[in-house]
């Protein structure tokens, strides 16, 4: 296995000598592959010859796959955010009424 790895890297291709190792991370003697990478970070999905994706530290995505990764995360705070803000609404409401104030309830209508 080492005569192989050697012979890729004196070849003076695809491949070289790395430290740390690319999949454990580990300060050890490695060898990676230097090719971009071609699969996307969100789908797994391979880059078609005319799309190179978007580059984000480090790991290509699909435009549509970024966009997705996020939306759904504005989407998560927004629903977090509303959840909360309604929770302070309620809250302000039962302190108001304490003090004699009537309110209508936050989900009922006008």
Not at 15 to 21: S, V
Not at 46 to 65: K, M, N, P, T, W
């Amino acid at each position: 296995m080492r005569s192989v790895t050697e012979a890729l890297v004196r070849s003076g291709g695809e491949f070289e000598r790395a430290t740390p190792c690319e999949s454990c991370r580990r300060r050890v003697p490695s060898t990676r592959h230097t090719a971009e990478a071609t699969k996307c970070g969100q789908c797994s999905l391979a880059f078609d010859a005319g799309d190179s994706g978007v580059l984000i530290d480090g790991e290509r995505f699909h435009a549509r796959c970024l966009l997705s990764v996020i939306t759904d995360e504005t989407i998560r705070l927004s629903r977090s955010l509303s959840e909360r803000s309604r929770e302070l609404i309620e809250q302000s409401r039962r302190r108001l009424t304490r003090t004699g104030y009537s309110w209508m309830p936050l989900d009922s209508g006008p």
